[in-house]
């Protein structure tokens, strides 16, 4: 009997610490995190010092791969890796069922061997939730170019910031954002809920501003935190489902600090003067460049705010923006859907030449 399980034992050890390598590589080169790529490295090595523990010898000689009636069965409708996100989903599975596998053929050589590698298991388990939701935000974020802030009032008309809302879609804005000023909380979901419908049918990310309990029940995409909101682990304990969490930034403190949250993108700025926000300080365009430069490596997405309109933003681009955030010159203009379209256009070619 001994030697069916050993065999067992080997080959879900390497089908464990093959797929938590698989799960390392894709936190390392496509999310660019080395604090998840960390833990699922020292996951991979806490179970070689468990397996270190029996006869490697053993575990050698009762390996038989030529033998194995398993190595050439194929499943109708097993799953096909597309993209590297299958890749990771096949490895985090295929991890924690090798690993509980692991944990009832062990106990037979030594008992305390079921407790070890349970253990190992839930910590799997919480990586793969850790993984994913960076996954979530990290990639759908990724192709923002163009965002549009819309600001509204309480004596603001709600129809035009719908048709305002789809205007900026038609023109290829990739996320809207909801800013809503002085108003009621009553008034803020209603006027929340139709806003995500909008950006919903047409794929587009929709945001809310301060938010994150407007974002939950609205059912909006993510929320935007400013200096003095919220914490993103707190908004993380609230989400009932991923949510994309940004935070605003105005200085290399800040930066550090958003930069060491697990929000999924960085605003920089404000780059120029604005009218939305009259009092803040200028960030200026020296923050955007250095930001950029240590954000380059970095997973976290980035958009740059404050006073970006179609005469200054390539000055913004020429720094190695990849998204810029726009209000006033858009949601003031008489064609905020003409002005998108030529927002959009700059930003891509400027993107075609980097």
Same mark, same amino acid.
């Given at each position: ?35 998840? +790529?960390?833990? =699922? @490295? ?7 010092? #468990?397996?270190?523990?029996? /006869?490697?010898? %053993? $575990? ?95 004596? +603001?008309?709600? =129809? @035009? ?7 900026? #879609?038609?023109?290829?804005? /990739?996320?809207? %954002? $909801? ?176």
């Amino acid at each position: 009997m001994e030697k069916p399980v050993y065999r067992i034992l080997d080959a879900n050890f390497n089908r464990t610490r093959e797929a938590l390598r698989v799960m390392e590589e894709y936190c390392r080169f496509v999310l660019n995190d080395p604090v998840l +790529s960390g833990r =699922a @490295k020292q996951l991979r090595h806490e179970l070689s010092f #468990i397996i270190a523990e029996l /006869d490697a010898n %053993q $575990l050698l000689c009762c390996r038989d791969s030529h033998q194995d009636v398993g190595r050439e069965l194929r499943v109708e409708g097993q799953m096909k890796r597309a993209t590297l996100e299958d890749c990771f989903t096949a490895a985090a599975k295929r991890s924690s069922e090798a690993l509980r596998m692991l944990a009832e053929a062990g106990q037979a050589i030594n008992p305390a061997l079921y407790d070890r590698f349970e253990r190992l298991r839930f910590e799997t388990y919480s990586l793969e939730k850790d993984i994913s939701l960076a996954m979530y935000g990290v990639l759908r974020f990724r192709n923002v170019r163009l965002y549009v802030l819309i600001t509204v009032q309480p004596e +603001s008309d709600k =129809a @035009k910031i719908y048709d305002l809302a789809s205007a900026c #879609i038609d023109g290829g804005a /990739d996320c809207l %954002q $909801l800013r809503c000023k002085g108003m009621t909380d009553k008034d803020v979901l209603n006027l929340a809920g139709p806003f995500v419908e909008i950006c919903r049918r047409s794929s587009i990310i929709s945001i809310i501003n301060d938010r994150p309990d407007i974002a939950i029940l609205s059912g909006a995409d993510g929320v935007h935190l400013g200096q003095d909101d919220l914490s993103v682990e707190s908004v993380r304990r609230l989400q009932p489902r991923p949510l994309i969490v940004g935070r605003s930034t105005h200085n290399f403190r800040q930066l550090t600090e958003a930069m060491n949250e697990t929000c999924d993108y960085i605003a920089l700025g404000p780059v120029f003067a604005t009218a939305t926000k009259p009092h803040e300080s200028i960030a200026g365009l020296d923050y955007v460049r250095q930001a950029i430069g240590v954000l380059k490596d970095n997973r976290v997405g980035h958009v740059a705010i404050g006073g970006i309109g179609l005469d200054n933003i390539e000055q913004v681009l020429a720094l190695g923006v990849k998204a810029a955030a726009v209000c006033s010159a858009v949601c003031e203009s008489s064609n905020p859907a003409k002005v998108c379209i030529d927002l959009k256009q700059l930003i891509q070619s400027y993107r075609m030449e980097q």
